[in-house]
């Protein structure tokens, strides 16, 4: 018992470690997921490296080929779109918590996480931008306290973190979502649970649109639309 207890960290470290790797866009998609190689990069065993592909595999970031081993699982614009319609509705719910929640000091948070937005978009920082949206969705879960919304859109935001990507890196397309966010923020941090769905479901309506309009090859790297 007490070695099934020391591996299960371990396990857990793998599980996040090549998690990570592919919603940073350091595994593509449709590449072979290799437990030798993996085994060696992340200094994990083989039978750890299997349960963490098998986990992932539940979570929808790796499938398992008849003969061919794990990969990464590719997700199709259609499906993207899918993912963002759920996303819709979750995330609005988290905004609309997170509203009646939110303190004095989380209010700071997120008003300060608005100002680094509108300066990143000033100053043409893509990449930047996409670390604090990121943030902000993130920050919206925890001061909404809804763990079961939270959880579920951790796996949907990872599944389609390459159609994200792309449309986050996409020219013009920051300051469009910029005043999206800033209308979530301002709307959370006035306590306006109904502003802050409506605002939260709107920016994801326009995602969605943008979806269907923006199919550009290119890497997959961390980032939110």
């Known amino acids: 018992m007490a070695g099934g207890e020391a591996a299960r960290p371990q396990q857990q470290a793998v599980v996040d470690a090549i998690r990570q790797a592919i919603v940073r866009g350091e595994f593509v998609p449709d590449q072979r997921l290799v437990e030798a190689d993996l085994s060696a990069r992340f200094s994990a065993s083989r039978a750890s490296v299997r349960s963490a592909l098998l986990e992932l595999t539940n979570e929808g970031l790796v499938e398992r ?82 763990q079961t919304a939270s959880k579920v859109l951790e796996r949907l935001r990872a599944q389609n973190v390459r159609h994200q990507f792309r449309l986050a890196m996409h020219p013009g397309r920051p300051a469009i979502s910029l005043p999206e966010h800033l209308a979530i ?3 959370v941090c006035s306590h306006d649970p109904e502003a802050a769905e409506n605002a939260a479901r709107a920016h994801l309506y326009s995602v969605i649109a943008a979806l269907k309009e923006v199919d550009l090859p290119g890497p997959t790297l961390h980032g939110l639309p």
Not at 113 to 132: H, K, P, Q
């Open 185 to 187: 923020i301002d709307a």
């Open 65 to 146: 080929v008849q003969n061919r081993g794990a990969r990464v699982r590719a997700v199709s614009l259609e499906e993207a779109v899918e993912i963002s319609e759920v996303r819709m509705v979750l995330e609005g719910l988290c905004a609309a918590k997170a509203a009646e929640r939110i303190t004095a000091a989380e209010i700071g948070e997120l008003t300060g996480i608005g100002t680094g937005m509108r300066a990143a978009v000033a100053n043409g920082d893509l990449l930047g931008y996409s670390e604090l949206n990121q943030a902000l969705h993130r920050r919206l879960r925890e001061i909404s306290g809804q």
